[in-house]
């Protein structure tokens, strides 16, 4: 089955500089490829998802890289916040050309701290 | 959007006892509800996916006669917890899928047992 791998576990960074969380995953079936921030005892909300037809996507300040051929992906965060302290999560799925998903395979995520 | 409303969103119950968890989609059909288990300062663990109408496929390692899973209908999904034991207590969320939305979480349902 596919096996996420998630690096740092922790991250601390000063407001206003980048935040790099990389993943890598090991099912080359893998086309489907979110992250999630998770807040303390709230649902994980996703910020941002890409799939394997697309080497990067950006939003605003976050953005997502992809290198299929090196099966890893990494979140970008710039201009960090306090208010982007969170635990962030990637994942990998399935999603076959029906629309119909498989079931996501979480990283062991990552605590970023943004101080003031 | 899509939403799911998961209830309880807390329960505190006695070891031996059992506790029944809700999920439904509100304005789509879960046609899969996955199933996660989230211990304190750990990933989400998939337990099980169930489809509609049918039986649910359980993860390795995940009792099926402890942790029941129904999914009667494609906006109702349950999950019961069977003679709870304290090393159940854990963070309990859906995740429902449909064609259009994709995944979508529940918010949670924090289970502790004394």
């Known amino acids: 089955g596919e096996n996420v791998e998630q690096h740092p576990s922790t991250l601390s960074v000063q407001e206003g500089d980048s935040a790099v969380i990389k993943c890598t995953y090991s099912d080359s079936a893998s086309n489907y490829f979110p992250w999630y921030k998770q807040e303390l005892g709230k649902r994980p909300q996703l910020i941002i998802d890409?799939?394997?037809?697309?080497g990067e996507k950006k939003d605003q300040r976050i953005a997502v890289t992809l290198n299929k051929t090196a099966k890893h992906f990494s979140l970008h965060i710039t201009e960090t916040q306090p208010e982007d302290s969170a635990v962030y999560f990637c994942?990998?799925?399935?999603?076959?050309?029906?629309?119909?998903?498989?079931?996501?395979?979480f990283g062991k995520g990552t605590l970023l701290t943004v101080n003031p | 959007g899509a939403v799911v409303s998961q209830h309880p969103s807390w329960v505190i119950c006695k070891s031996g006892t059992s506790v029944k968890i809700e999920c439904r989609s509100l304005d789509f059909q879960a046609t899969t509800m996955f199933w996660y288990r989230q211990f304190p300062k750990q990933s989400l663990m998939l337990m099980a996916t169930?489809?509609?109408?049918?039986?649910?496929?359980?993860e390795q390692g995940v009792e099926k006669d402890k942790f029941l899973i129904n999914h009667a209908s494609l906006t109702l999904s349950t999950l019961t917890v069977t003679s709870a034991h304290p090393e159940d207590s854990s963070f309990y969320i859906c995740n429902g899928e449909d064609r259009v939305f994709g995944y979508t979480f529940g918010s949670g349902t924090r289970l502790t047992v004394v």
């Open positions: 890409i799939r394997s037809n697309v």
């Open positions: 994942a990998a799925s399935i999603k076959n050309s029906g629309g119909s998903n498989y079931k996501l395979t």
């Open positions: 169930s489809n509609e109408g049918s039986k649910a496929t359980y």
